[in-house]
């Protein structure tokens, strides 16, 4: 699995889609998280391992949130923890994290 974060409308997804034409593409993981952690309860990091586990070779997409900023709702405080949460776990497992900037890859990982 390949993991590409960056902030909103940053070009992850177009860069993931470029260097990944033969794999599948998971746009948008951080609303994967929204949904699945939010409104059905679940575990973030069990949320990212059934993602490691169902797909393997995926290139995972996700936004950044926060970047430090707290918000005031408690709800969107669990969110933005839950993203980190799951995201650290998907990059602690990935072949690869990069992160984009301004449509520019960096790989990190």
Avoid at 21 to 45: K, M, Q, S, T, Y
């Amino acid at each position: 699995m390949r993991l590409y974060i960056g902030g909103a409308w940053q070009g992850q997804e177009e860069l993931a889609r470029v260097e990944n034409p033969e794999r599948e593409i998971i746009p948008a993981f951080h609303e994967i998280i929204r949904e699945e952690v939010l409104r059905c309860g679940r575990d973030p990091v069990e949320v990212a391992e059934g993602c490691i586990r169902e797909h393997p070779m995926a290139a995972v997409v996700s936004d950044e949130v926060g970047s430090g900023v707290v918000p005031m709702q408690a709800e969107e405080r669990r969110y933005r923890e839950a993203v980190g949460r799951a995201l650290c776990h998907l990059a602690e497992s990935a072949e690869s994290v990069t992160r984009c900037v301004c449509g520019i890859g960096v790989r990190i990982k």
